[in-house]
């Protein structure tokens, strides 16, 4: 009977195995929502302080002034959809598959649109958070409007421009192929949303009529739900771990009552 028992948890334990096996190859990657963002251009000028510095050898004090710097942030903050990153395997290749944004900007009255991020230099990443924010900054005046000098936006805004945005949300992993590309190109695999909603942003003609930079953000606070495809893996490592436990209590009550009956005849033996 003990034999029986210990034959017996072993295959059980095959199976959870083979079934875990399974239920990792059938992985697959979902299609993220639309995203939501805001966006605004918000004040984000600073002051200089004056320094000064002691030449080592004379001893003359040489002062700098301080100045004002003007500049502006065009802030876009994403709303993020719950996601937990995880593995695929995609034949002998293990895969972590991550979130990313794609945005892409242009003139209000412009027809093409220019993506801000290229897949070989990344992608903008998800924050951990409840809102991924992205920020790019750049020197103003009301002369020449807003110069932003940065991958994906190299150009100077003059005042009373208007800019269109879009975001869209990509799940999947980054690596690398061989093409006719010299050095070979860079693909996401995956699942991409469509592209939101338009919004736009002018760029004023005086500093009056910018937002000044907000004091305080949101929290960063960590999503509550998984995803589905991890919910679901979740679930079933549950429900296996359960049918292992009621099988090895059943059994340990069956080899308990038949040592029981076995060393009761023997007693009544010795007993005679």
Known sequence: MYRTCALGMVAIFVLSSMIMVESASAQTIPKPSVPEFTLRLIDSSYDIS?????????????????????????????????????????????????????????????????????????????????????????????????????????????????????????????????????????????????????????????SSSVAPAPTDSLPNMSPTFPSNANSDWTLTLTWIIIGVLVVSVISLLLYVRHLKRSIKPAFNVIKN
């Open 50 to 206: 004056p320094t000064s510095t002691v030449h080592p050898y004379t001893g003359e004090t040489t002062t700098i002034d301080g100045k004002h710097i003007e500049s502006r942030t065009i802030e876009i903050r994403i709303k993020n959809e719950p996601f937990t990153p995880f593995e695929i395997q995609q034949g002998t290749a293990n895969w972590s598959v991550g979130y990313f944004y794609q945005i892409r900007w242009k003139g209000n009255f412009e027809t093409d649109w220019h993506e801000m991020f290229l897949i070989s230099d990344g992608l903008l990443g998800r924050d951990s958070g409840t809102e991924t924010v992205f920020a790019p900054e750049g020197t103003y005046s009301e002369i020449e409007g807003l110069s932003i000098q940065r991958q994906g936006m190299y150009t100077t805004f003059p005042p009373h421009s208007k800019i269109d945005f879009q975001v869209k949300a990509m799940i999947g992993y980054i690596h690398r192929v061989v093409s006719a590309i010299p050095g070979g190109g860079w693909l996401l695999t995956g699942e991409s949303s469509d592209w939101s909603s338009t919004q736009t942003i002018t760029i004023p003609s005086s």
